[in-house]
């Protein structure tokens, strides 16, 4: 059941309570795709990634506090279907370079649903003057904004132009 939502704070803790459970499922998802990557360097942004949820969730619960409110037990079922067809889709993958451009493929769909959830929260909590809460989720939205580049530049110079030369020896 949703929780009723009648006003801008109730709404920005909804939207928390999404990044937060993604945060913390991201977590325990991430270790388990990194035997699946070839790639070095996806590797790397794979570890870094894991290593920033923690972070992340630490910024999210400091901006709970200042809302006084503790993050609920709410499912995201869109990062739930985000994980669920990136499994899929490594499971689709033949070839580990195809491994690594699928995965690289779904963490950047993952990153901009992100993005789009903290952009949403900074702009609440901007609005309601919570100035603290709006430096936390500003510095999160720029983390996640560094990891959209990173992937980007593994995509284009890594495991991308591997994939093309692995289909043309082929």
């Known amino acids: 059941m949703q929780p009723a939502i009648s006003n801008l704070t109730e709404a920005l803790a909804y939207q928390l309570n999404e990044l937060y459970d993604a945060e913390k499922k991201l977590r325990e998802a991430i270790p388990g795709c990194l035997d699946k990557v070839k790639s070095t360097s996806l590797k790397n942004e794979l570890r870094q990634y894991g290593e920033s949820c923690r972070d992340k969730l630490v910024k999210l619960e400091r901006v709970y506090n200042y809302l006084m409110k503790e993050p609920a037990d709410n499912k995201s079922k869109i990062i739930d279907k985000l994980i ?4 899929g889709m ?7 370079e195809m491994k690594d451009v ?12 992100k993005i789009a959830g903290y952009s949403t929260a900074l702009v609440f909590a901007e609005q309601l003057e919570l100035d603290n809460a709006v430096d936390l989720l ?3 939205l720029a983390w996640e904004k560094k990891t959209n580049s990173s992937l980007l530049d593994v995509a284009v110079y890594d495991v991308n132009t591997k994939a093309s030369e692995y289909g043309k020896s082929s």
């Open 84 to 87: 669920e067809n990136t499994k």
């Open 102 to 113: 699928m995965l690289t493929a779904c963490l950047h769909t993952i990153n901009h649903y």
């Open 138 to 140: 500003a510095e999160v």
């Open 90 to 96: 490594l499971a689709s993958a033949m070839a580990n």
